[in-house]
């Protein structure tokens, strides 16, 4: 009777040899299609849209950049005739100041003062009284920044400037002397830098910034002031009872665009 063994690995009979399974050698598995983006390829192919993609962001930040700048948009002039009392500059009823503009700085009765052909002061009278601005941001903060140097050094001068407009201007202009003589008395003080906060052509706020020395110790004081066109100028507005400037104490001078002399 034939015989045979069973085994978990292989089955023998008397009339046939063991079988053995095949190496890897001889029946190879099966290759996985490969992922095209992960070829070197497919690296380079995403390296070349990131590039791209990072070039038009780059490219629409500077065409934005180009019409307006960190300070704000450059004013816009109109066609009006200029309704300054001197007959200076044009008229601008929007925008901002943008860019610090040019200046020269003149040294008047102690104070350190930017003035300029083209903003003004036009009139610059002997009692101190600056006076015929140009009707827009620039020339507001010319103004803002005479206005702001007077009263800052108030041991120069024996009265306050004619710098107010308004039914309550005398009444504040007695206040602001009070004010900055009790402040500034025993102090130098410079201009430092501005931020302008509102500016519509006919109102606008510009906050000043001034540094202070006293002969022991420096401090910086924020000056903002609300300004109003009157009468063919720009004016310390006195239209309210409350008084158009306010004082605050700052720690340093970021945040303003540089204005010194």
């Known amino acids: 009777m034939p015989w045979c063994r069973l085994d978990s690995a292989v089955m023998t009979t008397p ?18 299609e490969s992922n095209f983006w992960t070829t070197g ?33 450059p004013a816009t002039y109109t066609d009006i005739p200029t309704d300054s009392v001197c007959g200076l500059g044009g008229v601008a009823l929007e925008g901002s100041i943008a860019d610090t503009p040019d200046a020269e700085w003149v040294e008047y009765r102690g104070a350190w003062l930017p003035v300029s052909e083209t ?29 702001t140097g007077q009263l800052t050094n108030p041991a120069y001068w024996e009265d306050i400037p004619d710098i107010f407009a308004g039914e309550h201007a005398e009444a504040h202009r007695a206040e602001a002397e009070e004010l900055f003589t009790t402040v500034f008395a025993e102090a130098d003080t410079a201009l430092g830098g501005f931020r302008l906060v509102h500016y519509d052509g006919d109102t606008a706020q510009i906050d000043m910034a001034v540094t202070s020395f006293d002969g022991t110790e420096t401090s910086r004081t924020s000056v903002v002031l609300d300004m109003v066109w009157a009468d063919g100028d720009w004016k310390i507005a006195a239209t309210d009872t409350e008084l158009g400037i306010s004082l605050k104490p700052i720690p340093d001078l970021i945040g303003y665009q540089h204005w010194s002399a």
Not at 128 to 136: A, D, I, V
Request: aromatic share 8%.
């Open 41 to 73: 390829k497919g690296v380079l192919t995403i390296i070349g849209i990131a590039v791209a993609a990072t070039a038009v962001v780059i490219t629409v930040i500077f065409s934005t950049l180009s019409n307006d700048n960190e300070f704000g948009q």
């Open 15 to 32: 009339d046939s040899k063991p079988k053995r399974q095949p190496t890897s050698s001889e029946n190879p598995p099966q290759l996985q």
């Open 119 to 147: 903003y003004g002061p036009g009139n610059a009278a002997s009692d101190g009284e600056f006076s015929c601005f140009e009707h827009s941001p620039r020339g507001m903060l010319f103004a803002a920044s005479a206005y």
